[in-house]
């Protein structure tokens, strides 16, 4: 896995890895901007002679729950965390995988046993994906 969305480090790894990551702020934590870098970075899996459906997509996304006080993970600067019910929450991550994701990586803030909790109650209504193929 690769970790970066600069164009060096992609034209350098992305003929080797099988999947890549991008962190919140990087695509605003939206599935909007999600889809954006991801079509950058299919771009980048042609470029570097990869079929791009070979690379899986990975995204990290900022979760505030009951709680939150910008912590270690948010900051007032950054983009706004996902928030709301437990149908809210479930609704962004959804849409992340509408986006092209494939998987999503919860920075949840706080991480408390409630907060834990309150995501738990989210991610039941998140389908489960289908489990990986043989020899990926």
């Excluded at 900022?62 to 437990?86: H, I, K, Y």
């Amino acid at each position: 896995m690769v970790g970066s969305n600069g164009p060096r480090m992609l034209a350098a790894t992305l003929p080797y890895v099988d999947a890549w990551n991008t962190w919140y702020a990087d695509y605003g934590n939206t599935a909007d901007g999600f889809a954006k870098l991801n079509d950058t970075i299919t771009a980048a899996a042609r470029d570097a002679g990869r079929d791009p459906g070979q690379v899986d997509r990975s995204a990290c996304v900022l979760v505030a729950l009951a709680g939150a006080a910008f912590g270690r993970a948010s900051t007032p600067e950054g983009p706004p965390p996902v928030r709301g019910s437990a149908s809210e929450i479930a609704s962004a991550l959804r849409e992340l995988g509408e986006a092209g994701a494939d998987e999503v990586i919860v920075v949840a803030d706080p991480i408390t046993e409630r907060s834990i909790r309150e995501l738990g109650e989210a991610l039941t209504e998140v389908p489960r994906p289908a489990p990986p193929q043989q020899g990926r």
